[in-house]
């Protein structure tokens, strides 16, 4: 989707590596989203943020995944150590590109698609 | 939380057939999203509609707040409108989708 570029697409790592993911949204919105898509469900929201806060972030496993926004724009998504279970769709969404009335009108990159080996 | 239900879960038709899909949701909200997910996993905005009805070309979806629920109606489908449908709603809970075949 045009304005939210993320980075790497795909990536390969064995259990217990570490990973880290890239959103770069366009800048001019407020709030950023990162979700983790396991194949055969619906996204699942991991965190929340409001400029550089974080809102929510109560389904991110914080013993293994940190994240953080940097200057209210880019932000990075980390996983150490990488679990089977972590193999999945890593998605970043942003609000705010859509005029009033469509504020809150989420948008999403095209992922990055994470397998542990 | 707030649950989300889709139904049905898998549809398959026909291509020329119509079609409707449903959300229903747990709890007031003021924000409802209806995606397509192509098979390249590019989540695709299709309707933005805490309320009333909008139309798109084919497309067209009703959300009826105070009932709880959404319905996306596709018309005259084509295979290019094969994929999942999300409904998300609140603070972008999902459902689980609509896997949607249309067979030429």
């Known amino acids: 989707e045009a304005g939210v570029a993320q980075s790497p697409r795909y990536k390969i790592i064995e259990k217990r590596q570490s990973v880290a993911f890239w959103c770069n949204p366009i800048s001019g919105h407020a709030t950023l989203y990162w979700y983790q898509q396991i194949l055969g469900q619906g996204p699942k929201l991991l965190i929340q943020?409001?400029?550089?806060?974080?809102?929510?972030d109560s389904q991110l496993p914080k013993d293994r995944f940190s994240a953080e926004r940097l200057k209210g724009v880019d932000s990075t998504l980390k996983i150490q150590p990488a679990k089977l279970e972590d193999s999945a769709v890593y998605l970043c969404?942003?609000?705010?590109?859509?005029?009033?009335?469509?504020?809150?009108?989420?948008?999403f990159g095209p992922g990055t698609r994470l397998t542990v080996l | 939380g707030i649950q989300v239900e889709q139904s049905p879960p898998d549809l398959i038709l026909q291509e020329g057939a119509n079609s409707t899909l449903r959300c229903n949701f747990s709890d007031s909200v003021n924000n409802l999203q209806w995606f397509h997910q192509n098979p390249w996993g590019q989540l695709i905005n299709l309707f933005y509609i805490p309320s009333g009805t909008k139309q798109n070309g084919r497309l067209s979806a009703t959300t009826v707040a105070t009932e709880r629920y959404s319905l996306l109606y596709i018309s005259s489908s084509q295979t290019t409108d094969s994929g999942v449908y999300f409904c998300a709603v609140g603070a972008l809970r999902f459902g689980a989708g609509t896997r949607l075949t249309v067979k030429p």
């Open positions: 943020f409001q400029n550089n806060g974080v809102v929510d």
């Open positions: 969404a942003v609000t705010g590109l859509a005029g009033p009335p469509s504020y809150n009108e989420q948008f």
